[in-house]
């Protein structure tokens, strides 16, 4: 799971709504007694409220990956019918929208529209350009939707079983639309289709089982709901036996589509994903330029620290071979594995205390971060993440998630606990709650708008994350202690070399062994690490570009204004500012920003 999905995962899990506290519907149909007074901005907001009603109702899946319950009975099937609906859908919604003048709104409309056109030209391009549902038979997975039912805390049990029963329904025609959809596989989604829907079998296994035992429903209903599974997992084996067929056919043939997009697919994708003002190859262009510039900086750190850690050892002559080593041996530094947890939890008030002596941005002390063991319904991801309350349920606590080591044996969690080692486990902190994740997903908060929350812009969110990083450090944190620098960088430059792969492999044809190359020998990763991100990276497209593209788009924007207002820039005004519009895509803030 990629970190996007994670948060829209954990979001559903987190969240407990009820349908009636969060449907704007009834209110938008009363008539409007300040109608009158502005007549435009009303209308606006009704004309959001109407797109976002409409859009649940187009795409049933995003209404239950945000925690937006109404339509969790319905499975929607991908076939043609469905694509001629939603494109009406958009062209009905880009109409309505031509009609509003952009200047007239309110600061926060206008980013709405911008954010609402962008959608509707993204879901267009995904329909008549990119066309998924062709070549990737791993879109094809009814796991996500029913998971979320099953483990769900936001109705009692009885209701959801009620629910899945009717979602159930659909099950052997979406997958027998999905397989006739798929006329040009790649052969690497076929392999994962086929892994992931083996996994999928899992979820109505034993455990579903005991639950609709254990539930308050009648003998017939478990008898119809277990009939309804029965015939599910046939469906899905049938799929998963279509797509074995299908592999051999791909292997034995060699005609499968290439899993590289090209660059003008590239390029497009990148800007209805990314929404940045850089191009694709312009951000490529500045990641290689980064890399260089931190490669030279960590040779410097390893010069300065060497003869500290290696008084009797001659450093290697090759620069990066000798960063490695010193990396690797400072990197025993770390915590114990049964204080894991602890030790994260420790470290918030200490980055609390310097953003604020530090004046940075103001912290609301009434909405306090939770660092809690990863629920076990959760887990299954080892590590650290920020389980932020869902759109409809804006009060409930912001977790971060961490997972205890218990599980791990004794060499991985070793190697584990050298990876977020003494500096890295700060600069983690730093990432994931203050000032990262946590801290802008308050100040989101504050900003009273569904779309901004729905349609959020991933590479604003994970770009603020990657900027505190360097920000922090910039401004003292640590104390310029020079292994946090040096184990900055190297986490840097994983951001930085998820960029040039995922440019590379899709636009230059960068081989497998050019990849591990880059991975291993000139960002220090390690070779399972390095083999896992090739694999991510020929499964997915332009997302592991969000993180870069997002800082190199904040910090350069950040170092733009410095330049302009000289000594009457304000960092924390800067800061406050900028997460003040909630989590649109960065161009749209630096417009309005700039505007000022
Ligand atoms: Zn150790
Ligand atoms: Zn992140």
């Known amino acids: 799971m990629n970190k996007k999905q994670q948060i829209i995962a954990t979001a559903i899990l987190a969240t407990s709504l009820t349908l009636a506290g969060c449907n704007n519907t009834e209110q938008v149909q009363q008539p409007q007694p300040q109608k009158a007074v502005e007549p435009e901005i009303l209308s606006f907001k009704q004309a959001s409220q109407q797109f976002i009603d409409d859009y649940w109702l187009t795409s049933p899946n995003s209404a239950l990956a945000m925690g937006y319950h109404k339509y969790d009975h319905i499975l929607s099937i991908s076939d043609e019918q469905s694509r001629q609906k939603t494109l009406a859908f958009i062209d009905k919604q ?38 998924a549902y062709q070549w990737r038979p791993d879109y094809y997975n009814i796991a996500y939707g029913f998971a979320q039912i099953i483990n769900g805390s936001y109705d009692s049990l009885e209701n959801r079983l009620k629910v899945m029963n009717q979602r159930l329904t659909n099950v052997p025609k979406y997958y027998q639309v999905a397989f006739n959809n798929i006329t040009v596989p790649t052969l690497e989604h076929t392999q994962l289709a086929i892994s992931q829907n083996q996994g999928t079998l899992a979820l109505f296994g034993d455990k579903l089982m005991a639950k609709i035992d254990s539930a308050n429903i009648s003998d017939a209903e478990k008898a119809e709901l277990k009939q309804k599974i029965a015939t599910a997992k046939t469906a899905i084996n049938g799929y998963v036996n279509q797509l074995q067929t299908l592999e051999k056919e791909l292997v034995a043939s060699g005609k499968a589509k290439s899993f590289r997009i090209g660059s003008a697919l590239y390029e497009q994708k990148f800007a209805f994903d990314i929404q940045s003002q850089y191009s694709a190859k312009q951000l490529y262009d500045k990641a290689i330029e980064d890399k260089n510039a931190i490669q030279v900086q960590m040779t410097k750190l390893t010069d300065e620290l060497w003869f500290e850690y290696f008084p009797d050892k001659i450093r290697p002559r090759n620069n990066t071979k000798a960063t490695g080593q010193l990396i690797k041996h400072i990197a025993k530094r770390h915590v114990k594995r049964e204080n894991f947890v602890d030790e994260i939890r420790a470290q918030i008030p200490a980055l609390e205390k310097f953003v604020r002596e530090k004046d940075l941005m103001t912290l609301d002390p009434s909405k306090p971060l939770v660092v809690r063991e990863t629920p076990l319904y959760q887990r299954g991801f080892a590590g650290a993440s920020i389980n932020p309350p869902g759109p409809f349920d804006k009060n409930a606590n912001t977790y971060y998630n961490v997972t205890p080591l218990d599980a791990m044996d004794e060499e991985t969690a070793e190697s584990y606990l050298r990876e977020y080692n003494h500096w890295m486990l700060q600069i983690l902190n730093i990432h994931e709650a203050i000032p990262g994740h946590y801290t802008q997903l308050v100040y989101a908060n504050q900003s009273p708008s569904l779309i901004k929350s729905i349609f959020y812009n991933g590479a604003m969110v994970e770009g603020w994350a990657v900027y505190t990083e360097r920000m922090m450090l910039e401004q003292g944190y640590g104390d ?20 040039i792969l995922d440019y590379s492999i899709h636009n230059l044809d960068m ?13 220090f990763q390690e070779k399972a690490e390095a083999e896992g991100k ?25 170092e733009e204004l410095k330049a302009k ?17 909630g989590k649109a895509p960065v161009k749209h803030i630096k417009q309005l920003m700039r505007a000022k």
């Open 511 to 523: 081989t497998k062994a050019q990849a591990l190359d880059l991975l291993i020998n000139q960002a």
């Open 534 to 558: 090739w694999r991510r990276a020929t499964l997915s497209q332009v997302q592991l570009t969000s993180y870069y593209s997002g800082y190199r788009e904040i910090y350069d924007f950040r």
């Open 480 to 499: 310029f202690e020079k292994e946090l620098w040096l184990m900055y960088y190297k986490w840097n430059l994983r951001v930085i070399a998820n960029t």
């Open 565 to 581: 207002q000289g000594a009457d820039f304000d960092l924390k005004q800067f800061h406050e500012q900028f997460l003040s519009y």
């Open 94 to 131: 880009q109409k309505r929208f031509a009609q509003f003048n952009a200047d007239s709104l309110s600061e926060n409309d206008r980013i709405d529209l911008l954010i609402i056109q962008s959608k509707l030209k993204q879901l267009h391009w995904y329909i008549t350009e990119e066309k």
